[in-house]
């Protein structure tokens, strides 16, 4: 948490001083700034857990809780700005794992398409019965994320580290690659009613510097899916989207540990989000995921707001 406090502190400095970007910024107006700020809150319950994976598991939405959070916030950049500067905070909770992180992202926009970088450092903890652990992580995520008419396309390379500290001290090393692409198309009949479908996919490795090395996994995730938007007012997006994913590697993510009781399932998710003005973004959704191979179903919620200076 010193970490992360200390984090905040640097960067609120930075926000003060005398650089060159505030000088040239001084006249634009409020809202189109080329700085930041973000507050986000993610949330996962899920109805039957396994110890044996649960470490794994941690990792696994703490990554994708990073990469989606990352995907959420470009598909609704309007691109107006050739620069920004975006620190974050953002606080995450799974089960008996929750950790408060400190993103920092800067973007910059060439003709339509959005490059990047986002750091993440990371100050998790976990207590399960009588044991408790805490996890460092730090995450970087090299990003594009390309906004045509009805059309959207984000894709990040990410690698992170994850330390241990508790009863059992271990180091993980994960990398890999997520990508979502979105087309919709207008509808005939209703008014600011669009279509479509969605794809995502995440190929990711987690290595350890255990000497088992049957914790070490691939994983090959794919989703398809349906999506309908609808605007009201100019200021209100309502957003639904439903589909099915596959675990491609299913022997070689948990190996001898456990099976995935995910490796086939349905989705659906319910998203909201609006603008005030230009000055605050306000965005929120939950998706519930149901496994086709097991009895056992997930559920996550999220909560953000983006402040343009």
Known sequence: MKKIALL?????????????????????????????????????????????????????????????????KLNNDLQEKDFFFNPEILYIRYDK????????????????????VNFSFVDGKEKEKLIKSDM???????????????????????????????????????????QYF???????????LTYGYYTTLDISRIETDKKNKNYNNDSIEGNLGLVIEKSFLDKFKIKLASGIGKEFLENRKYKTISKDDFEEYINTKLEISTKIQNYLDI???????????????????????????
């Open 182 to 192: 979105e087309q919709k198309y207008e509808s005939f009949y209703y008014e600011s």
């Open 136 to 178: 460092e992580n730090y995450q970087l995520n090299l990003y594009f994320n390309t906004q045509e008419e009805n059309t959207n396309l984000f894709g990040t390379l990410y690698l992170g580290k994850t330390k241990y500290n508790g009863i059992e001290n271990e180091k993980d090393f994960y990398y890999g690659y997520y």
């Open 8 to 72: 905040g502190l640097v960067l609120s400095t930075i926000s003060y001083a005398d650089f060159d970007l505030w000088e040239k910024t001084l006249d634009i107006e409020p809202g189109y700034k080329p700085v930041e700020i973000s507050i986000l809150t993610w949330q996962k319950n899920i109805d039957k857990k396994n110890i044996k994976t649960k470490k794994l598991e941690n990792i696994y939405f703490l990554k994708s809780s990073l990469n989606q959070g990352l995907m959420k």
């Open 97 to 116: 794992y929750e950790a408060p992180i400190l993103n920092m992202n800067f973007g910059y926009l060439v003709d339509t398409t959005r490059y990047g």
């Open 283 to 309: 965005f929120t959704g939950v998706e519930i995921k149901k496994s086709l191979k097991v009895n056992n179903y997930e559920n996550s919620i999220y909560l953000g707001f983006k402040l343009n200076l």
